[in-house]
Nanobody, 114 residues
Framework: QVQLVESGGGLVQAGGSLRLSCEVS???????MGWHRQAPTKSREFVAS???????NYGDSALGRFTISRDNSKNTLYLDMNALRPGDTAIYYC?????????WGPGTQVTVSS
């Protein structure tokens, strides 16, 4: 059974940094993985992904500020977020594509105060 558990969210002031982690069980973090986020009253938004060969893609809101990475020895995905803004406030979800199906974690709350 594939399971994902995010951690690292919290409250941070604008301009600060956070590192989110997503631990995978039942699959391998070398599969395509990524992050989405959802702010109150908004639809879910793509943040970043990492594919085979560690090819990365970023949404417009993450470019230049966020970095996605993974440690396959720990079966863990990361999202380093810098220069955080109040507009980054959202629940952040990690996902993995396993056998052609998307699996999602329960999410971790990130709140950026002004």
């Amino acid at each position: 059974q594939v399971q994902l558990v995010e951690s690292g969210g919290g409250l941070v002031q604008a301009g600060g940094s956070l590192r989110l982690s997503c631990e995978v069980s039942g699959s391998t973090s070398s599969n395509t993985m990524g992050w989405h986020r959802q702010a109150p009253t908004k639809s879910r938004e793509f943040v970043a992904s990492i594919k085979s060969g560690d090819r990365t893609n970023y949404g417009d809101s993450a470019l230049g500020r966020f970095t996605i990475s993974r440690d396959n020895s720990k079966n863990t995905l990361y999202l380093d977020m810098n220069a955080l803004r109040p507009g980054d406030t959202a629940i952040y979800y990690c996902y993995i594509i396993h056998d052609g199906r998307n699996y999602w974690g329960p999410g971790t709350q990130v709140t950026v105060s002004s």
